[in-house]
């Protein structure tokens, strides 16, 4: 797989449920972001976990890091039609700055 | 909030044109990066600039790619000889360290279309 595949590439919830996106890496992170993007609009840093943590929250955001599989995982809580936007995870690699962007995944909240 | 700000928000051209895109970092920013999405594909990373100079660059960025902050405010991107595969999205990002953990503050991408 390559750096930073996510899963599902496609997403459909009804309003008011969770969203769980994936993301799996194949390199040793400094840390892992996620972006979100609407569409035809830049991307929007949503939060950031370090390779030495294991879970970080921001509002309904939560988001956990696992370095052992090399994986990460956005859950969106109570979701909103506003929600509805495609979500990549980006990693950062120790001594180099730039960021390597997964292949996203499209979530779409049916109101 | 303060913005990172591309203009023009799409330009057309002819292949083998050159063309000019342009972009206004948030103002204490001093890390400056080109990425790029061609449609349906990943943000790709293109180059970073600091301090007047290159620090890092992808294949991508060869010799028709130059990058230049002519002023205290502007970080273009100069395509010389446009071709059909350089029709992207071309998002301008900053931030205000070079700490891994900053993030980056994204414009809303410059779709530059070569025909």
């Known amino acids: 797989s390559q750096q930073g595949e996510e899963d599902p590439q496609a997403l459909s919830i009804q309003e008011g449920e969770n969203a769980t996106m994936n993301c799996s890496y194949k390199t040793s992170i400094n840390n892992l972001q996620w972006y979100r993007q609407n569409s035809g609009r830049g991307l929007v840093h949503l939060i950031l976990i370090r390779s030495n943590e294991r879970e970080k929250h921001s509002g309904r955001l939560r988001v956990t890091l696992d370095t052992s599989k090399k994986s990460s995982s956005l859950l969106i809580t109570a979701s909103r039609a506003a929600d509805t936007a495609s979500y990549f995870c980006a990693t950062v690699d120790f001594g180099n700055e730039k960021l390597t962007f997964g292949t996203g995944t499209r979530l779409t909240i049916i109101p | 909030e303060p913005e990172v700000t591309q203009t023009p928000s799409h330009q057309v051209t002819q292949m083998g044109q050159e063309v000019i895109l342009r972009c206004v970092p948030i103002s204490n920013h001093l890390y400056f990066y080109w990425y790029r999405q061609i449609l349906g594909q990943k943000v790709e990373f293109l180059v970073s600039f600091y301090n007047n100079e290159i620090s890092e660059k992808s294949e991508i960025f060869d010799d028709q790619f130059s990058v230049e902050r002519p002023d205290g405010s502007n970080f273009t991107l100069k395509i010389r000889s446009t071709k059909l595969e350089d029709s992207a999205m071309y998002f301008c990002?900053?931030?205000?360290?070079?700490?891994?953990?900053?993030?980056?503050?994204f414009g809303n991408g410059t779709r530059l279309t070569v025909t």
């Open positions: 990002a900053s931030r205000r360290t070079g700490m891994l953990s900053s993030p980056l503050h």
